[in-house]
Protein backbone atom coordinates (compact mmCIF):
# COMPACT_ATOMS: atom_id res chain seq x y z
CA UNK A 1 0.00 0.00 0.00
CA UNK A 2 1.01 3.24 -0.63
CA UNK A 3 1.41 5.99 2.01
CA UNK A 4 2.03 9.74 2.31
CA UNK A 5 2.72 11.20 5.90
CA UNK A 6 3.02 14.86 6.79
CA UNK A 7 3.66 15.20 10.46
CA UNK A 8 3.67 18.89 10.74
CA UNK A 9 0.06 19.95 11.18
CA UNK A 10 0.77 23.66 11.36
CA UNK A 11 3.36 25.44 10.82
CA UNK A 12 3.45 29.06 12.48
CA UNK A 13 6.02 31.36 11.44
CA UNK A 14 7.05 35.48 10.98
CA UNK A 15 7.45 37.09 7.47
CA UNK A 16 10.79 36.68 5.75
CA UNK A 17 11.78 33.44 7.87
CA UNK A 18 12.24 30.08 5.92
CA UNK A 19 10.31 27.04 6.57
CA UNK A 20 10.48 23.98 6.12
CA UNK A 21 7.72 21.43 4.98
CA UNK A 22 8.34 17.21 5.68
CA UNK A 23 6.83 14.78 3.67
CA UNK A 24 7.53 10.65 3.92
CA UNK A 25 6.50 8.40 1.99
CA UNK A 26 6.10 4.76 1.85
CA UNK A 27 5.49 2.11 -1.67
CA UNK A 28 6.75 -0.80 -3.13
CA UNK A 29 7.28 0.99 -6.41
CA UNK A 30 10.31 1.55 -8.07
CA UNK A 31 8.77 4.20 -10.32
CA UNK A 32 6.45 6.30 -8.50
CA UNK A 33 6.28 10.54 -8.79
CA UNK A 34 6.14 12.95 -6.04
CA UNK A 35 4.19 15.93 -6.20
CA UNK A 36 3.87 19.04 -3.73
CA UNK A 37 0.04 21.00 -4.32
CA UNK A 38 -0.63 24.42 -2.08
CA UNK A 39 -3.99 25.17 -1.12
CA UNK A 40 -4.76 28.64 -0.54
CA UNK A 41 -7.97 30.18 1.62
CA UNK A 42 -10.06 30.13 -1.37
CA UNK A 43 -9.51 26.13 -1.47
CA UNK A 44 -8.63 25.30 -5.09
CA UNK A 45 -5.27 23.51 -5.28
CA UNK A 46 -2.63 24.65 -6.72
CA UNK A 47 0.35 22.16 -8.67
CA UNK A 48 3.44 23.14 -7.36
CA UNK A 49 6.04 20.52 -8.43
CA UNK A 50 5.93 16.98 -10.09
CA UNK A 51 9.06 14.97 -9.20
CA UNK A 52 9.90 11.26 -10.57
CA UNK A 53 11.75 8.51 -8.39
CA UNK A 54 14.49 8.74 -10.82
CA UNK A 55 15.66 11.89 -10.75
CA UNK A 56 17.15 12.95 -7.32
CA UNK A 57 18.57 16.40 -7.84
CA UNK A 58 17.02 19.00 -6.10
CA UNK A 59 15.01 21.73 -7.60
CA UNK A 60 14.59 25.68 -6.48
CA UNK A 61 12.14 27.79 -8.08
CA UNK A 62 12.24 31.43 -7.06
CA UNK A 63 11.77 31.13 -3.02
CA UNK A 64 10.75 27.45 -3.59
CA UNK A 65 12.97 24.82 -2.91
CA UNK A 66 12.35 20.78 -2.83
CA UNK A 67 15.09 17.92 -1.19
CA UNK A 68 14.30 14.71 -2.72
CA UNK A 69 15.91 12.04 -0.52
CA UNK A 70 15.87 8.38 -2.20
CA UNK A 71 17.16 7.21 1.28
CA UNK A 72 15.26 8.27 3.68
CA UNK A 73 12.32 8.41 1.36
CA UNK A 74 11.32 11.61 1.96
CA UNK A 75 10.70 14.88 -0.15
CA UNK A 76 10.74 18.08 1.58
CA UNK A 77 9.89 21.09 0.79
CA UNK A 78 11.48 24.66 1.64
CA UNK A 79 10.04 28.27 1.27
CA UNK A 80 12.75 30.80 1.84
CA UNK A 81 11.96 34.59 3.01
CA UNK A 82 8.21 33.56 3.42
CA UNK A 83 5.48 36.09 2.91
CA UNK A 84 1.96 36.64 4.16
CA UNK A 85 0.81 34.93 0.51
CA UNK A 86 2.39 31.77 1.60
CA UNK A 87 0.26 31.24 3.89
CA UNK A 88 -1.86 27.97 2.66
CA UNK A 89 -2.10 24.15 3.46
CA UNK A 90 0.57 22.61 1.82
CA UNK A 91 -0.20 18.74 0.63
CA UNK A 92 2.10 15.72 -0.82
CA UNK A 93 1.09 13.47 -3.14
CA UNK A 94 2.20 10.07 -4.29
CA UNK A 95 1.49 8.31 -7.48
CA UNK A 96 3.17 4.81 -8.41
CA UNK A 97 3.22 2.48 -11.51
CA UNK A 98 1.01 0.15 -9.90
CA UNK A 99 -1.83 2.83 -9.85
CA UNK A 100 -1.13 2.45 -13.44
CA UNK A 101 -4.63 5.22 -14.27
CA UNK A 102 -2.72 8.11 -12.45
CA UNK A 103 -4.10 7.56 -8.53
CA UNK A 104 -2.68 10.60 -6.30
CA UNK A 105 -2.39 9.48 -2.62
CA UNK A 106 -2.37 12.82 -0.55
CA UNK A 107 -1.01 13.07 2.64
CA UNK A 108 -3.32 14.95 5.52
CA UNK A 109 -1.60 18.65 4.63
CA UNK A 110 0.39 21.03 6.22
CA UNK A 111 -0.94 24.32 7.26
CA UNK A 112 1.34 27.04 7.03
CA UNK A 113 0.78 30.20 8.43
CA UNK A 114 3.16 33.57 7.93
CA UNK A 115 2.56 36.40 10.31
CA UNK A 116 3.49 40.37 9.23
CA UNK B 1 -8.46 30.61 -20.63
CA UNK B 2 -7.91 27.34 -20.13
CA UNK B 3 -8.98 25.68 -17.30
CA UNK B 4 -11.67 23.80 -14.74
CA UNK B 5 -14.95 25.45 -13.35
CA UNK B 6 -17.22 24.08 -10.43
CA UNK B 7 -20.24 24.91 -10.06
CA UNK B 8 -21.61 25.99 -7.71
CA UNK B 9 -20.05 27.17 -5.74
CA UNK B 10 -22.08 26.16 -2.22
CA UNK B 11 -24.54 23.71 -2.36
CA UNK B 12 -27.12 22.98 0.59
CA UNK B 13 -28.85 19.31 0.49
CA UNK B 14 -31.92 18.70 2.17
CA UNK B 15 -32.25 15.03 3.85
CA UNK B 16 -33.12 12.36 1.42
CA UNK B 17 -32.39 14.89 -1.97
CA UNK B 18 -30.20 13.72 -4.59
CA UNK B 19 -27.87 17.00 -5.55
CA UNK B 20 -25.74 16.65 -8.60
CA UNK B 21 -22.38 19.05 -8.62
CA UNK B 22 -21.09 20.47 -11.97
CA UNK B 23 -17.63 19.62 -13.42
CA UNK B 24 -16.37 21.18 -16.86
CA UNK B 25 -12.61 21.53 -17.93
CA UNK B 26 -11.64 22.80 -21.23
CA UNK B 27 -8.21 21.65 -21.10
CA UNK B 28 -8.95 18.69 -23.70
CA UNK B 29 -8.07 16.16 -20.98
CA UNK B 30 -8.77 12.69 -20.96
CA UNK B 31 -8.78 12.01 -17.35
CA UNK B 32 -11.30 13.62 -14.66
CA UNK B 33 -11.47 13.01 -10.87
CA UNK B 34 -13.44 13.71 -8.12
CA UNK B 35 -12.22 13.97 -4.20
CA UNK B 36 -13.61 14.84 -1.14
CA UNK B 37 -11.71 16.97 1.79
CA UNK B 38 -12.93 16.84 4.93
CA UNK B 39 -11.87 19.61 7.61
CA UNK B 40 -8.13 18.61 8.28
CA UNK B 41 -7.53 15.60 6.28
CA UNK B 42 -6.29 15.38 2.87
CA UNK B 43 -8.08 14.44 -0.15
CA UNK B 44 -10.04 10.90 -0.94
CA UNK B 45 -10.77 10.01 -4.13
CA UNK B 46 -14.47 9.55 -5.40
CA UNK B 47 -14.84 8.28 -8.93
CA UNK B 48 -12.46 8.42 -11.79
CA UNK B 49 -12.91 8.76 -15.36
CA UNK B 50 -9.98 7.69 -18.05
CA UNK B 51 -11.89 8.05 -21.15
CA UNK B 52 -15.47 9.47 -22.56
CA UNK B 53 -18.06 7.08 -21.42
CA UNK B 54 -15.78 5.32 -19.33
CA UNK B 55 -15.58 5.66 -15.04
CA UNK B 56 -14.24 3.30 -12.30
CA UNK B 57 -14.90 3.40 -8.49
CA UNK B 58 -12.44 5.72 -6.08
CA UNK B 59 -11.73 4.65 -2.83
CA UNK B 60 -15.04 6.00 -1.27
CA UNK B 61 -17.51 5.62 -4.12
CA UNK B 62 -20.68 4.36 -1.59
CA UNK B 63 -23.53 7.33 -2.09
CA UNK B 64 -22.10 8.62 -4.89
CA UNK B 65 -22.92 8.48 -8.83
CA UNK B 66 -21.22 10.34 -12.07
CA UNK B 67 -21.30 9.94 -15.96
CA UNK B 68 -18.77 10.56 -18.66
CA UNK B 69 -21.08 11.78 -21.58
CA UNK B 70 -18.46 14.32 -23.03
CA UNK B 71 -14.94 14.84 -22.86
CA UNK B 72 -15.29 18.33 -20.76
CA UNK B 73 -18.27 17.26 -18.32
CA UNK B 74 -18.06 14.87 -15.66
CA UNK B 75 -20.79 15.37 -13.24
CA UNK B 76 -21.36 14.16 -9.60
CA UNK B 77 -24.31 13.12 -8.12
CA UNK B 78 -24.57 13.18 -3.84
CA UNK B 79 -27.27 10.34 -3.63
CA UNK B 80 -29.57 10.39 -0.39
CA UNK B 81 -27.56 7.03 0.48
CA UNK B 82 -24.34 9.05 1.33
CA UNK B 83 -25.07 9.77 5.05
CA UNK B 84 -22.36 12.37 5.88
CA UNK B 85 -21.79 14.12 2.43
CA UNK B 86 -20.72 17.78 4.37
CA UNK B 87 -17.37 18.03 2.81
CA UNK B 88 -15.65 20.22 0.14
CA UNK B 89 -15.53 18.78 -3.54
CA UNK B 90 -12.95 19.15 -5.54
CA UNK B 91 -12.92 18.14 -9.74
CA UNK B 92 -9.69 17.76 -11.35
CA UNK B 93 -7.82 16.44 -14.82
CA UNK B 94 -5.09 15.24 -16.08
CA UNK B 95 -3.89 15.09 -19.94
CA UNK B 96 -4.57 10.82 -19.70
CA UNK B 97 -3.67 8.86 -16.58
CA UNK B 98 -0.68 7.58 -17.42
CA UNK B 99 1.98 6.82 -14.46
CA UNK B 100 2.82 10.37 -12.98
CA UNK B 101 0.53 12.72 -14.63
CA UNK B 102 0.02 16.14 -12.93
CA UNK B 103 -3.59 16.81 -11.80
CA UNK B 104 -5.03 20.17 -12.30
CA UNK B 105 -8.00 20.90 -9.94
CA UNK B 106 -11.21 23.30 -9.90
CA UNK B 107 -11.83 25.72 -7.41
CA UNK B 108 -14.22 23.20 -5.07
CA UNK B 109 -18.14 22.89 -4.27
CA UNK B 110 -18.90 22.90 -0.56
CA UNK B 111 -21.88 20.70 0.31
CA UNK B 112 -23.64 21.64 3.19
CA UNK B 113 -26.88 19.48 4.46
CA UNK B 114 -30.02 21.29 6.01
Known amino acids: AQKVTQAQTEISVVEKEDVTLDCVYETRDTTYYLFWYKQPPSGELVFLIR??????QNEISGRYSWNFQKSTSSFNFTITASQVVDSAVYFCALSGATDSWGKLQFGAGTQVVVTP | DGGITQSPKYLFRKEGQNVTLSCEQNLNHDAMYWYRQDPGQGLRLIYY???????QKGDIAEGYSVSREKKESFPLTVTSAQKNPTAFYLC?????????????FGPGTRLLVL
Open chain 2, 49 to 55: SQIVNDF
Open chain 1, 51 to 56: RNSFDE
Open chain 2, 92 to 104: ASSIDSADGRSQY
